[in-house]
């Protein structure tokens, strides 16, 4: 899955969790569990890897290259030790990370987890698959034939992005959509 399916995938879940009458994140457990949704991404070069590119409207062109030659390095250095859907993508760092940020009271490392589980369930979804049984195997298990960046991607995420635009504003945190029409722009710049 790409990065904004990855972050529809979380978001959408994190919705249904607070509208079923669940914990509801504040504004910096949005902000986690959007960058739990991408974290175990940084073994393979995408959008975490790249946070300058990513919110290159909202910073200085300088420090949105500082930020893309960092996060690379980083990418670079994981990918050579893991691999791209290697350990990161076990499902079991992203539980551990939700008990320990409920055990320390640290609500936004628990928002985190959840979006880093949230991640690796819509990896599970595409033709590659994850380890999700990892560590107890490293076996790639896959639930369904979409390939990433395809059309049955884009059938997938759509209406994800619908549901955010018409649910999002019961949930989410009225300043965060100040945020929200920033990242768009910033995402449009990108693609268009």
């Given at each position: 899955?790409?990065?904004?399916t ?78 791209h859907?290697?350990?990161l ?29 949230w991640?690796?369930?819509?990896d599970?979804?595409?033709?590659s ?43 989410i945190?009225?300043q ?8 768009v ?8």
């Open positions: 899955m790409t990065g904004p990855h972050v529809a995938i979380a978001t959408v879940a994190t919705i249904g969790l607070a509208a079923a009458g669940g914990p509801t994140p504040a504004g910096l457990g949005w902000l986690a569990v959007i960058i739990g949704s991408l974290a175990p991404d940084i073994d393979g070069g995408g959008y975490i890897a790249r946070p300058g590119s990513l919110l290159g409207r909202l910073l200085p062109r300088w420090v949105a290259r500082l930020l893309d030659a960092i996060g690379m390095t980083i990418s670079n250095v994981v990918r050579s030790i893991f691999g859907r290697g350990a993508h076990w499902p079991v760092w992203g539980m551990i990370l939700m008990l320990l940020g409920v055990n320390s009271g640290q609500l936004w490392l628990a928002w985190f987890g959840w979006g880093y589980v991640h690796i369930l819509g599970f979804c595409t033709v698959g994850v380890p999700l049984l990892g560590p107890l195997s490293t076996k790639d298990i896959k639930w369904s034939p979409i390939r990433t960046g395809t059309w049955g991607e884009a059938l997938v995420s759509t209406p994800l992005w619908l549901l955010i635009l018409w649910q999002g504003r019961n949930f945190p009225p965060a959509w100040v945020w929200v029409d920033k990242f722009d910033s995402f449009s710049a990108i693609f268009l």
